[in-house]
Structure formats: C-alpha cells, structure tokens
C-alpha cells in the first residue's frame, strides 16, 4: 500500500509530466513570435505568407484532437502520445531545415498536429485517473504548469534570436519533445487499461460518438461555456500587444512585462483553483468564474468608452478579468468529462475544437470592430455573457456530477 508521501509525489509527479505535455502548444506559438520579422526579411515574404506559419498550426492545432480522442479511446492514451510527439519532432527538424516559406507552412502544419496530441491526451489521461472535483483540481494544477509556459517563451525566443537565426528556436523545441517521449516512456504509464479500451466497435462507430455526445444538451452546454471563456482569453491575446503599443505608447519590452503579469494572474487564479476546488466543487466555483469574468468585463467596457484612470483603467481590470480563465477552463473540462466517462478521449477533442473555434472567431470578430481596446471589451462581454448563459443552463439541466456517461 502506498503511503501518503508517495501518493502526494505521484500526485505531483503526474502534474509535471501532464504540464510538460500540454505546454508544447503554448511554447511552439509563444517562442517562435519574436522571430517573425526576420522570417520575412530571410525569406522575402509577404507579411501576410509568414503569418500562414501561425495560422496553419492553429489548423493542426485544433483538427489534431478529432482524430487522436477516439482512437485513444479505442488503442490506450499512450500510443497515441508516442505518435504525436514523434510527428511533432520530426515536423520540428523540418521546420528547422525549411528552405523556403512554403515548406515551412507546411512543417508548421503537421507541428500543430503534433502539439495538439499534448492537451487533448492530458485531459483524458485526468479523466482516466480522477473523478469529480478531484479531476477539477488535478486541470487546475496541469493548467498552472503549462501557463508558465507563456510567461518564459517569449523572453527564451528573445534570447535565441539574440545569439543564432530563427531556426534555433525549432531546434530547442525538438529537443524538447525528445525530453516528453523520454518522460513518456519513464514516467507516466498507460491511463487507459486494456479492459477498458473498446476495440469491438469499428473505429467509424468510435468517431460517431462525436454526435452521440452531440445529441446531449448538458454536454453541448459544457462545450459552449468553456469555447466562450477560451474566447475571452484569445480576444485579450490578439489584441493585447497592439493596444499596449498603439493606444497606450508602451515599449515592446514593457509589452512582455504586461502580458507576463497577467500570465501569472491566470496562474494565480488556477492555483487557488486546485486548493480550493475538492472543498467548494468545481460548478460552484465555476459559476464565480464566468460572473467575475462579466463583471470585469463590463467594468473594462466602461473604462474604455470614457477613459477613465488612462492605462490602469484597463490594465488592472484585465488582471482580475483574466485571473479565472484557466479556473473557468479547468471546471468545464472536469464536469464534461464527468458527463462522459466513457467517450473521455472524444469528449477531450471536441473540447479542444470547440475552443480554437471560438477563439478564431471571437478575433475575428475583434478585428471587424477594429481590434482596439474598446472592441477587446465587447467582445469580451459577448463571450462572458454568453458563457454565463450556458453556466445557469447546466445548472438547471444537467444531471448531478457523478451520473455519467
């Protein structure tokens, strides 16, 4: 029987390597941004060509879990953690070795591809091992680890850039999927047992849970609350750096400052999450989540329209706003995949595509408002309130956590 010390350091062990996982996406966006100008001068490329090396790895990013959550279901999490980070390694050296633009769109395509077996796995694998609150608490924790990831990756992108060409950025980050297949195959066993792993249905009939999961609306309001939280976040990403600059004359130095406090919000935010979550339940404090979110949003909404207090007026209402995101994050996922134990590889990647895909329209629709500070707010409200709807709505529809699939 295991003692309570070593559950607690495998408890803590399993946070590690599931943060090391889910960090790889964050780490392959934020460390390769500062790298972008160059890339066009190198390649003579049109801007707009360049930024397709950011745009088609959100593709792979959120087209990745549609294909990985069934067949972990059906073949184990681990073999399909071993093939995309394999995949990520060798899209990584190819991104590394790119002659020209094209090829490296093409790289960067099958990296998000790779990247996305990381979040999609780690919120299964939580599922596979905890339940409840305790899963809710588990995220929390995995989402604190993997925001750090933000925090460091532009500065380590700076610092290579500062020593070599751009194509070190790749280089490290091969490297570092070597380290998460080491750790994979060390460290963290197979989640999903053999019992449980259902192969006498055809895979087609396993990619048909999608719309099996579909067909329930506590699930699809799950869906919708944690998609538009994750909308939230990405209107304040893409718009964040310009209106620092444009609107308020901050420095580029200072940008990061700004964008690393608010980073350590969210991880502020997660951390209590975990601590807090097994006393209070993950609905409860996710319903607290989603009101401050509107609430700060507001508040920023109206500090723009008038100007109040200048730039603190909406620095200081986007760190409270964004310190319950990852809270928001980690409850939703925790209650989905509490309402579908038994699909919890595909519920984990309609989760994951549900929020690139509002996080792809939520900027879209910044930049038709004209992606400043006050279309940042709007959008925002939106979001919030739009989550907020869908929170009451599983309050009132969907069954007791533990009910299952």
Known sequence: MNSPHQSRRGYTLSICILGLMTAIAPLSIDTYLPALPGLAQQFQANPVDVQYTLSLFFVGLGVGPLLYGPLSDRYGRQPILYFG?????????????????????????????????????????????????????????????????????????????????????????????????????????????????????????????????????????????????????????????????????????????????????????TFTNGRIVERFGHRALLGIAVANTLVWALLLLATSLTGFAGFWGMAIPLFFLLSTIGVAGANTIAGLLDLAPKAAGAASALFGVCQFACAALATWVLGMLGGDALAMAQVMIVCAAGALIAYLSIHRWAPLPGEGF
């Open 85 to 269: 980070l394999v995949l990520y390694l060798l899209a990584s050296i190819a991104c590394a070795t790119s002659t020209s633009i094209a090829m490296l769109v093409g790289a960067r395509l099958l990296q998000g591809l790779g990247a996305s077996v990381g979040p999609a796995m780690a919120r299964a694998i939580v599922r596979d091992r905890y339940h409840g609150s305790q899963a809710a608490s588990m995220m929390s924790f995995v989402v604190m680890v993997m925001g750090v990831a933000p925090l460091i990756a532009p500065m380590i992108g700076s610092l290579m850039l500062s020593v070599a060409e751009w194509p070190l950025i790749f280089w490290m980050l091969s490297f570092y999927a070597m380290v998460a297949l080491a750790a994979l195959a060390v460290l963290l066993p197979e989640s999903h047992p053999r019992h449980l792993q259902n192969r006498t249905r055809s895979l087609a009939a396993q990619y048909l849970d999608y719309l099996s999961l579909l067909r329930r609306l506590p699930v699809i309001l799950h869906l919708i609350c944690g998609a538009l939280m994750f909308g939230v976040l990405f209107s304040y990403v893409a718009a964040g750096a310009f209106i620092y600059t444009n609107e308020y004359s901050i420095g580029q130095s200072a940008v990061g400052f700004y964008f690393s406090i608010n980073a350590a919000s969210m991880v502020i935010g």
